[in-house]
């Protein structure tokens, strides 16, 4: 009886118990703790812990911690960091293929953009960057971006020429700005409000909730609905982080990863309209009855410029296509 009592302890004991081989995966967010693309990673490493027993977790590093998302792409690239949550336009450089989702005015909504990235379009821009060291696991949303400004408000194409707007740091995105005439600089996230602030940029753009959960919103009152790109958010793993799991482990992170979009999504909404109304609420004045057409043909130039490999621009008309 006694020896019974022990081996169930034992067991009772093993159940609570990390095991020994239990690795947590380092990943880097440059957005706070209760923004959703982290709650998206928290979410699949909770999924992971428990479908593995305990053996694998994700440990989120927010705000930057562990650098700009070009270093942190760079750190994932060589293996020295296990997985990225990124924006696409920062991989630019790096993988092409996520140039496309990164085209402006090319979703014509977020249901048209959710159908393509979470199609076979979307699995081959996530397949395509594994020759450059990144495995692609998911997308996330991330809204539309827009132009918002310091002193001046943006009412037309002309009122950007000339303005220095911070860009992501991606050469698409300067090409983009240029495009509008601004004078596109381009620079990491966590340096925008301090740019913001002593006048280095006269503006920057992003989606709502970027917009406020950085505060930008109160340096930069004024906000014009360009909505210019729909460029998605995206989580990668490191190849060598890859490699190191079992055939049924990366099944279950892949798993645990397309889970984490859909939840990371229902979040997503009740943010973007909350941000908008915080913005609002503290008087900001929102650009929206001006005439959008010139700025979508200016930045349509870009896709002749830059886009010059037949098969991203096969990729983009099948984008288009789909209904
Ligand atoms: C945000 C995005 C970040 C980062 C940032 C930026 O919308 O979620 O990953 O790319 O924009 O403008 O640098």
């Not at 079992?246 to 973007?272: C, H, P, Q, Y």
Request: neutral net charge; proline residues 5%.
């Amino acid at each position: 009886m006694k020896r019974l009592n022990c081996i169930a302890a034992a067991l009772a004991m093993a159940a609570v118990c990390v095991p020994a081989t239990a690795k947590e995966f380092r990943s880097s967010d440059v957005h706070p703790e209760d923004y959703p693309t982290v709650m998206a990673v928290k979410y699949m490493s909770d999924i992971i812990k428990q479908k593995t027993g305990g053996k694998d977790s994700i440990k989120v590093y927010t705000m930057s911690q562990l650098g700009s998302e070009k270093d942190t792409i760079e750190q994932t690239k060589i293996g020295a960091l296990d997985f990225v949550r990124i924006n696409v336009a920062p991989m630019n450089n790096i993988c092409p293929e996520t140039m496309v989702p990164t085209m402006p005015f090319l979703f014509r909504s977020k249901e048209h953009m959710r159908k393509v990235l979470d199609g076979p379009i979307g699995d081959e821009i996530l397949k395509a960057c594994e020759k450059q060291g990144f495995v692609g696991l998911a997308f996330y949303d991330s809204g539309s971006r827009s132009l918002y400004t310091v002193k001046k408000p943006v009412k037309s194409l002309a009122d950007v020429k000339g303005m220095k707007i911070r860009v992501q740091q991606s050469d698409l995105w300067v090409s983009l700005l240029q495009a509008m005439g601004a004078n596109a600089t381009p620079m990491p996230y966590g340096e925008v409000y301090t740019a913001l602030k002593v006048g280095t940029v006269d503006g920057a753009e992003n989606n709502w909730p970027s917009y406020v959960t950085t505060s930008h919103y109160k340096l930069a009152p004024y906000y014009t609905l360009t909505e210019h790109t729909m460029g998605p958010e995206v989580l990668v793993m490191s190849l060598r982080a890859w490699e190191s799991l079992s055939t049924e482990e990366r099944e279950i992170f892949r798993d645990a990863a397309r889970k984490s979009s859909t939840f990371m999504r229902g979040v997503w909404n009740g943010l973007e309209e909350r941000s908008q109304q915080q913005a609002r609420a503290a008087g900001n004045t929102i650009i929206a009855d001006f005439d959008r057409q010139p700025f979508e043909t200016a930045m349509g130039t870009i896709y002749a410029k830059t886009v010059t490999d037949p098969d991203l621009r096969q990729l983009i008309e099948r984008i288009r296509q789909v209904q």
